[in-house]
Nanobody, 122 residues
Framework: QVQLVESGGGLVQPGGSLRLSCAAS????????MGWYRQAPGKQRELVAT???????NYADSAKGRFTISRDNAKNTVYLQMNSLKPEDTAVYYC????????????????WGQGTQVTVSS
């Protein structure tokens, strides 16, 4: 099985910063795209940012200029540096990854982490 474990969430004041990490473990041959999503109370889960294995990134408009996604392929880990945080960034943040478990696997399987709470409040 494959597990994704997020860390780094917490309570921060408006204007502050947090760095989220998400490490994938288990039987993994390769990971293609990795991403961060978030879900605020009463709202649907939404994209925050994604990154391909080659480092190509994509951001939601709400994250552009404030958040930076990066990854360490050797560690099967994706990061989300969040700066200039706003109260509207408050949500549970989830990571996901497209995983090929074996060399003969033809398609990726998407796995999700359990989520980490980010609260932006004074």
């Amino acid at each position: 099985q494959v597990q994704l474990v997020e860390s780094g969430g917490g309570l921060v004041q408006p204007g502050g910063s947090l760095r989220l990490s998400c490490a994938a473990s288990g039987v993994i041959f390769s990971i293609s795209a990795m991403g961060w999503y978030r879900q605020a109370p009463g709202k649907q889960r939404e994209l925050v940012a994604t990154i391909t294995r080659d480092g190509n990134t994509n951001y939601a408009d709400s994250a552009k200029g404030r958040f930076t996604i990066s990854r360490d392929n050797a560690k099967n880990t994706v990061y989300l540096q969040m700066n200039s945080l706003k109260p509207e960034d408050t949500a549970v943040y989830y990571c996901n990854a497209g995983v090929r478990r074996y060399s003969f696997t033809r398609v990726d399987t998407t796995y999700w982490g359990q989520g980490t709470q980010v609260t932006v409040s004074s």
